[in-house]
């Protein structure tokens, strides 16, 4: 499907960020069904076509597998040559231990979960970007721990992208977020619905 203007503006800024040289800090802030995770599986592709991993936090259990069956169905649909992983504090020793495995060997190009990614037993080869989900439900702590994992390119924290539905009006996003650039994903796909 093509995304749309909203959605491709958006994707030019992540690009332009992850090429700059410069550690990226954004927040994409849209509507639920505004194509908002599209946005950060190409952001993870990137990463992975040039050799680094790519990590998507999620709030919940639910939304991290919803995360990763979405990816790993576009990933066979279209052939696309990266391996993901689903870590999560309800897997057993033995899936855990497996993920693990994949991850500190660059098997694993993208990690997908809940804070279980932050643990001290998940080793990353070369995190490179660090993506939260409805960030605003994890703590300030929580996300920097995840972005300390990171070893990016000429620098020494991985490029970090938000993501949350949350309406904010742009000059409180801005007062909140003032780290961070902020894109705004205002238009839905054709066919979606409002929620």
């Known amino acids: 499907y093509a995304l749309t203007e909203a959605q491709k503006r958006t994707l030019s800024q992540v690009y332009a960020d992850l090429k700059s ?19 950060a599986v190409l952001a993870l592709v990137s990463a992975a076509e040039n050799g680094f991993q790519g990590a998507l936090m999620a709030p919940t259990e639910v939304l991290a597998k919803q995360h990763y069956e979405t990816v790993e169905a576009m990933f ?17 020793a033995k899936e ?4 693990y495995e994949k991850i500190a060997s660059h098997k694993a190009d ?4 809940t804070h279980a990614l932050i643990q001290e037993k ?7 970007l660090v993506i939260t989900d409805e960030q605003h439900r994890f703590g300030v702590a929580q996300r920097a721990a995840l972005a300390a994992k990171g070893a990016a390119p000429q ?3 991985p ?9 904010i009006p742009r000059t409180l996003a801005l007062i909140i977020y003032g780290d961070l650039d902020v894109s705004v994903i205002d238009q839905l796909p054709p066919g979606r619905v409002p929620v």
């Open 155 to 157: 620098s020494s924290s």
């Open 96 to 99: 855990k231990r497996l993920a």
């Open 76 to 92: 066979r649909k279209y052939d696309v040559p990266f391996c993901a992983v689903l870590v999560t504090g309800s897997m057993t």
């Open 159 to 167: 490029h970090v992208l938000v993501m949350s539905a949350t309406p």
């Open 21 to 39: 040289g410069k550690v990226m800090n954004r927040l994409i802030q849209g509507d639920v069904g505004s194509g908002k995770t599209i946005i």
């Open 110 to 113: 993208i990690i997908i979960g």
């Open 122 to 128: 998940v080793v990353y080869d070369r995190l490179a």
